[in-house]
């Protein structure tokens, strides 16, 4: 990993990310690629041999986490592009993802997770950004959801079949489901043991488990069916907890979530998706108590508004139970963190949206996490719990917090310069002035430096050569 041998940033407000009174005037010592000091510039009568950086003006915050996307598009997966953006960049889906990863980066994203994405392209690209090999957000991946089947499975696109080649799409389901896909639940809780064991032992940063299927694309919001027995659903948890590994869980029902918090689920995918129905009070109390982090994917009234009106098969996404369910988890004090289900959506789909739903749209990687900031203050939440679910929140709920997720002595040094105040703005913090990541300043302008699904248009073959 390349590290810049020594920065000063001085001069800038400090937000943290701890959630603490900003600091004005500070100076942050960056050394071998971590925060070696962190205080008011005043306290530092002589300044490190080090390069600096003025931020005088400016505010200076912790890159961002995104404890939820999709860098090959699951959106996608579930309706329109999906066949086409499989079979254009077969064979160089590490690329799309490495790619995605440099969009999140230059929004200022420098850590993501990736819940669901196919198990061997996710893995090499992760491990290629992580290594230095690549520039991008730092990945960490889960691979498939277990229990949950590839694209062109009914948990997706299974529609598609019928106007695409059963040797390719059966290709696909393969590369994605990874062996733990829908089979798994005609299984035995002695059968599933070994099959999880053997998938934990492949990699995988953290563990997905569908708690309940993904049938939404198919069925529409009042379909969620429970995938596991809560006996195979134990020997799930038992060997996530063995492998010392995150446990995270997707849920689209209340029931399902109440098996998510009586797993005691480190992360709770869509907590907030319960199918139109409001969250019984006692559960949302269990989930204030509990261990657990609730992952929660907003929409901002305005593009509420815009789905309603045209009656949009995404209304119920954020609408509704669900949006009344936000503003209870915000009011009762869950622990929250940003999830987007983002990913590097392919031009041509954006191409074919009306100009309405481009403005703040929740799953355009590289703006999300802006987009979910300003939605969950209209939730109800303040910019200050905003920021920090985006920063440190991620970090503790993926037990990454040593590391990551805050500006303080001894951890990483991911950090963002901006223009504004976020704390009167939050849309300050695209604003950026420069993004560091493992303190090395990034150029972002050059990114994505390989574009592949972002080279657009694609009119080569209309010119002769």
Excluded at 87 to 99: D, K, N, P, Q, S
């Amino acid at each position: 990993m390349k590290h810049a041998t020594s920065l000063c940033i001085v001069g800038g407000t400090l937000v943290d990310g701890t959630g603490g009174t900003p600091l004005a005037d500070a100076l942050i010592h960056v050394d071998g690629g971590r925060i070696r000091a962190v205080g008011r510039r005043a306290d530092f009568p002589t300044l490190p041999d080090a390069t600096v950086i003025d931020a005088r003006g400016r505010h200076v915050l912790p890159g961002f986490m995104n404890g939820n996307v999709h860098l090959l598009d699951g959106i996608m997966m579930m309706g329109k592009g999906g066949v086409e953006y499989l079979a254009r960049f077969e064979g160089r889906l590490h690329e799309v993802i490495e790619e995605a990863a440099q969009v999140a980066l230059k929004g200022g994203c420098t850590t993501v997770f990736d819940t669901w994405n196919a198990l061997t392209p996710v893995l090499n690209a992760r491990d290629r950004v992580n290594a230095g090999k690549a520039v991008g957000a730092r990945i960490f991946a889960a691979g498939n959801i277990i229990g949950m089947g590839g694209p062109f499975s009914a948990d997706f696109m299974m529609q598609a079949r019928q106007v695409i080649s059963t040797t390719f799409a059966d290709r696909m389901d393969r590369l994605f489901d990874a062996g733990v896909g829908r089979w798994l639940s005609t299984l035995s809780p002695a059968e599933v043991r070994p099959v999880i064991r053997e998938y934990l032992a492949r990699g995988v940063d953290m563990l997905k488990v569908a708690i309940s299927d993904h049938l939404v694309g198919l069925l529409g919001w009042q379909s969620p069916y429970l995938t596991f027995s809560e006996r195979v659903l134990r020997v799930i948890v038992e060997e996530t907890r063995l492998a010392g590994v995150p446990l995270l869980t997707h849920t689209l029902s209340v029931e399902s979530l109440n098996l998510a918090v009586e797993c005691e689920a480190d992360v709770m995918i869509h907590a907030t998706h319960t199918s139109l129905h409001p969250i019984p009070a006692d559960l949302l109390e269990r989930i204030v108590a509990g261990p657990g982090w609730s992952e929660i994917q907003p929409v901002t009234h305005a593009y509420q508004c815009h789905l309603e009106q045209v009656n949009h098969a995404w209304a119920g996404y954020g609408g509704g139970a669900h949006r009344e369910n936000i503003a209870r988890m915000i009011s009762a004090g869950a622990k929250i963190i940003l999830g987007t289900d983002a990913g590097c959506t392919d031009p041509d789909i954006l191409a074919d949206l009306p100009p309405e739903e481009l403005v703040d749209r929740p799953w355009t990687l590289g703006s999300d996490h802006i987009v979910w900031m300003k939605a969950m203050i209209e939730h109800g939440m303040t910019p200050m719990d905003a920021i920090r679910a985006c920063t440190s929140n991620v970090a503790r709920a993926y037990g990454k917090h040593r590391d990551y997720g805050s500006i303080e002595t001894g951890k990483v040094a991911d950090l963002l310069i901006v223009d504004g105040d976020p704390l009167v703005d939050v849309a300050n913090a695209a604003k950026l002035v420069a993004v560091i990541k493992d303190g090395v300043p990034v150029d972002v302008a050059r990114l994505p430096d390989a574009p592949l699904v972002t080279r657009y248009p694609r009119d080569t073959d209309f010119s002769r050569q």
